[in-house]
Nanobody
Framework: QVQLVESGGGLVQPGGSLRLSCAAS????????ASWYRQTPEKERELVAR????????DYADSVKGRFTISRDSAKNTLYLQMSSLKPDDTAIYFC?????????RGPGTQVRVSS
């Protein structure tokens, strides 16, 4: 079954850290574009971070630059988003997306809440 499943979300205090994981099954996450997005009811979906097929290039939203890091472990077929110095504005549902040869696929998402 082709799918992406996110994990690692939760409640964290401002200034804290979380690492999100996105496990792929049924296809390889390596050598394709993969991204993290986030969305809240009040805001449009936002591209948070993207990694190139080679892994040599990454892009980040201005709002997360210097705080978030996207990475990929091809052996584990998993995409990660390391988040640090979290702010209340980072509260959202985070989901991963991959641009595979058969088309784009996204996961159901994981909730991140930043609150004291």
């Amino acid at each position: 079954q082709v799918q992406l499943v996110e994990s690692g979300g939760g409640l964290v205090q401002p200034g804290g850290s979380l690492r999100l994981s996105c496990a792929a099954s049924g296809f390889a996450l390596s050598n394709i574009y993969a991204s993290w997005y986030r969305q809240t009811p009040e805001k449009e979906r936002e591209l948070v971070a993207r990694i190139s097929p080679s892994g040599l290039s990454t892009d980040y939203a201005d709002s997360v630059k210097g705080r978030f890091t996207i990475s990929r472990d091809s052996a584990k077929n998993t995409l990660y988003l390391q988040m640090s110095s979290l702010k209340p504005d980072d509260t959202a549902i985070y989901f991963c997306r991959a641009s595979a040869a058969f088309g784009a696929i996204r996961g159901p998402g994981t909730q991140v809440r930043v609150s004291s």
